[in-house]
């Protein structure tokens, strides 16, 4: 199974427990309702990047969801915490691409989401045969990469919060989520399914009404109520007992 579609989300939840304070950064994201199955680093070839909106109607409850995704949490009053996913896209679409992971204390968005961005741009850039000098600084390599023309794109997405003056748990959630190639089938199953029920339902009251018409016919031996003199009487003659009238 190779993606074919991807997009990006973040959430950021509090609670006094850790494992809720994640599900509600979940939540946020738009996610909570699937089961995230966390993969490593690879953006699939000619892979589309769709909006969070787009690719959150495209998930269904309970589905089982690939993802390269991030968290932090903590429970310390006033500490600032971040999660980022970065993404590095090859400009031949035939080429896989990078995305890489990355947590930390005491960044702020800008600079989790650098690291993010640098370390999937320099996974890239390996690959690709770019030469660079690793000790320079960010901003230099992603010219250098730029000018190369052999990668389209780079980015980030990342949430970063400060710890919960309560000391409640505080969870940062960043992630890049794939959707399954199964969905186009899916719709289209799902349509024919629907289809098909309509076409049972339309035949199985035009059987209906069918029997109907059949039953109030004169070929199934009732007589119609307004036709009654062909009916055969229902009260017969019963003769009188001696010295008594007839009933009938």
Known sequence: MVPKKIFFTKGVGVHKEKLASFEMALRVAGVAHCNLVLVSSIFPPGCKVISKEEGLK????????????????????????????????????????????????????????????????????????????????????????????????TANITQSAVGNK???????????????????????????????KTSLQEEVLSQALRGQEKTAGPDNGLIPRDNVQNRSPILQTRTAPPGKKNLV
Do not use: C
């Open 58 to 153: 495209l998930l269904r409850p309970g589905e089982i969801v690939f993802a390269v995704y991030d968290r932090e949490s903590n429970n310390e009053p006033n500490r600032l915490s971040a999660a980022s996913v970065g993404v590095a896209i090859p400009a031949d679409a035939s080429v896989h691409g990078y995305l890489s992971e990355h947590h930390s204390f005491g960044e702020t968005d800008e600079k989790a989401g650098e690291y993010a961005e640098d370390l999937a741009a320099s996974m890239l850039a390996t690959t690709l045969g770019i030469e660079f000098n690793p000790e320079l600084d960010w901003d230099e390599r992603e010219q250098i990469f730029k000018m190369s023309g052999k990668i389209v794109r």
């Open 166 to 196: 309560d000391g409640l748990w505080t969870t940062v959630f960043a992630a890049a989520v794939f959707i399954n190639d199964d969905h186009t089938a899916a719709e289209s199953e799902k349509s024919t399914l629907l289809n098909g």
